[in-house]
């Protein structure tokens, strides 16, 4: 029960982080290398919020705002000239995420910093005894995913916003604002990294590389369940946080680490569209 519920927390906090990437890797084609440092933004102001004397809870309401507004800035000013050019998304972000670390860096300085658990102590779950934030972990994860389903695919702005992937000058062809689509879906997958990070604050030591430690898992996450649908990703984030705590179990970490990407390396390669998806002939 203990290997479960520990696989059932890693399953959700990558879950949180992977949710940001389905919306902007996902379905905006756009590879997001700053996403970890989103994460920080999040992480970082719940550090600055709760080192003032606001309470935790308000600032996780916050953080995502936070750092939707800087998804929209960087957006607006590097990621727009670029979404044509796939490649180059990659190095832009990648500068972006270096800026944004070393500004962390010269506010908060380079050692770790701590975040009052605002649930401490333990529940008892079937007979073994868990946290009490972790388990709210789990549960907020389960509904975050749920709402980003029926937001993308239950209703008329995720009809649009899909059709907008799906055939972007039919789209504007049709009066449907595409410009106004990129900014939303880049700011919201901003703002559910950056309350990735504040959920997982108090949880772990918030530092300027937390975000590098998920971001190649959820990159790998999504390749190997594939982005058609939110399955895809469930799957992949299944996969690895399942066979990580498995092997971790008889395997040091670093070990653990090889043969799990190893194990992504191979499925990717006999999956290029992810396992849940089609084979193209």
Not at 152 to 180: C, D, E, P, Y
């Given at each position: 029960?203990?290997?479960?519920?520990d696989?059932?927390?890693?399953?959700?906090?990558?879950?949180?982080?992977?949710?940001?990437?389905?919306?902007i890797?996902?379905l905006m084609?756009?590879i997001?290398?700053a996403?970890?440092?989103?994460?920080?933004?999040?992480?970082?102001?719940?550090?600055?919020?709760?080192g003032?004397?606001a309470?935790?809870?308000?600032?996780?309401?916050?953080?995502?705002?936070t750092?939707?507004?800087?998804g929209?800035?960087?957006?607006?000013f590097?990621?727009?000239?670029?979404?044509?050019r796939?490649?180059?998304?990659?190095?832009?972000?990648w500068?972006?995420?270096?800026?944004i670390?070393?500004?962390?860096?010269?506010?908060?300085?380079?050692t770790?910093?701590?975040?009052?658990?605002?649930?401490?102590?333990?529940?008892?779950?079937l007979?073994?005894?868990y946290?009490?934030?972790?388990?709210?972990?789990?549960?907020?994860?389960v509904?975050?995913?749920?709402g980003?389903y029926?937001?993308?695919?239950r209703s008329?702005?995720?009809l649009?916003?899909r059709?907008v992937?799906?055939n972007?000058?039919m789209?504007?062809?049709?009066?449907?604002n595409?410009?106004?689509?990129?900014?939303a879906?880049?700011?919201?997958?901003?703002?559910?990294?950056?309350?990735?990070?504040?959920?997982?604050?108090?949880?772990?030591?918030?530092d300027?590389?937390?975000?590098?430690?998920?971001?190649?898992?959820s990159f790998?996450a999504i390749?190997?369940?594939?982005?058609?649908?939110?399955?895809?990703?469930?799957?992949?984030?299944?996969?690895?946080s399942?066979?990580s705590?498995?092997?971790?179990?008889?395997?040091?970490?670093?070990?653990?680490q090889?043969?799990?990407?190893?194990?992504?390396?191979v499925?990717?390669?006999?999956?290029?569209?992810?396992?849940?998806n089609?084979?193209k002939?």
């Amino acid at each position: 029960m203990e290997l479960i519920l520990d696989t059932m927390n890693y399953f959700s906090v990558l879950m949180l982080v992977v949710l940001g990437l389905v919306v902007i890797f996902g379905l905006m084609n756009v590879i997001n290398m700053a996403h970890g440092e989103f994460m920080l933004i999040g992480a970082y102001t719940v550090v600055a919020m709760t080192g003032a004397g606001a309470s935790f809870w308000l600032a996780l309401i916050v953080a995502p705002i936070t750092a939707a507004l800087a998804g929209l800035a960087v957006e607006y000013f590097v990621v727009q000239r670029i979404y044509h050019r796939f490649l180059d998304t990659i190095l832009a972000t990648w500068g972006v995420s270096l800026i944004i670390k070393q500004a962390v860096i010269l506010i908060f300085g380079p050692t770790a910093q701590t975040v009052p658990n605002p649930l401490s102590g333990s529940m008892e779950v079937l007979g073994v005894a868990y946290p009490r934030m972790r388990l709210l972990i789990m549960a907020v994860s389960v509904a975050l995913t749920l709402g980003l389903y029926l937001a993308l695919f239950r209703s008329n702005i995720g009809l649009k916003l899909r059709a907008v992937i799906a055939n972007r000058n039919m789209a504007s062809a049709l009066g449907l604002n595409t410009r106004r689509m990129d900014m939303a879906c880049f700011s919201l997958g901003a703002g559910l990294a950056g309350f990735a990070g504040a959920m997982m604050s108090p949880v772990m030591s918030v530092d300027p590389h937390m975000g590098v430690g998920f971001l190649i898992p959820s990159f790998l996450a999504i390749l190997v369940g594939g982005v058609n649908s939110l399955a895809g990703p469930l799957f992949g984030v299944a996969a690895i946080s399942g066979s990580s705590n498995l092997i971790a179990g008889w395997l040091s970490q670093a070990d653990t680490q090889v043969i799990v990407f190893v194990l992504c390396m191979v499925l990717i390669r006999f999956f290029p569209e992810g396992v849940l998806n089609k084979r193209k002939r």
